[in-house]
């Protein structure tokens, strides 16, 4: 199981993203299961370290990340089991790059039960406010970490 975490630079919201789920998966035994990667759709970052108003709330909370931005392809189409994007326009600039297989992607924001769908992670690199943005995604990624659970996981082997 492979899970794709997409936004704008690809060093906000989405590493912070892909540093929250591989903590949860670690915390669950399932770092051999699933598999935890971030892009971006843009080009401006390509290289670059995440941001270090992301790099330092995942510190806070016990979570050290090693990634470089990276942009979005669409072979990361084929790669990806779930393509999870942080708002409306990166899961437009995503259907555009994929084509036909831009199905699969999700809000990450319709993880967290009971919310508004199609909400999308307000982009700290305009509000600053990486606190806000840390409470939703690890919200949304326990929510995207048990449907994965009892989705795909559960299952007996063979019925998958
Ligand atoms: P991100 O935030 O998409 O969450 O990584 C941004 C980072 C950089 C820019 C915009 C958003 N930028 O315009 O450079």
């Known amino acids: 199981m492979r899970i794709l975490f997409v936004c704008l630079g690809n060093i906000c919201r989405s590493p912070m993203a892909e540093g929250v789920m591989r903590h949860l998966v670690a915390e669950q035994g399932l770092s051999r299961q699933i598999e935890v990667d971030s892009a971006g759709t843009s080009n401006y970052h390509i290289g670059a370290q995440p941001h270090t108003g992301t ?27 779930v393509l999870v994007a942080m708002d409306g326009d990166n899961l437009a600039d995503m259907q555009q ?19 508004p769908r199609g909400r999308g992670v307000p982009d700290p690199w305009y509000t600053g406010d990486f606190n806000e943005v840390y409470r939703l995604i690890e919200a949304a990624c326990r929510g995207l970490l048990e449907h994965i659970q009892q989705e795909h996981l559960d299952r ?3 019925n998958r």
């Open 55 to 81: 790099l330092k709330v995942l510190r806070e909370h016990g979570i050290d990340l090693q990634h470089a931005a990276r942009q979005f392809k669409p072979s990361d189409g084929e790669r990806f089991d």
């Open 97 to 115: 790059t994929l084509g036909k297989n831009g199905a699969k992607i999700h809000y990450l924001l319709d993880f967290i039960a009971d919310g």
């Open 156 to 158: 007996p082997q063979g």
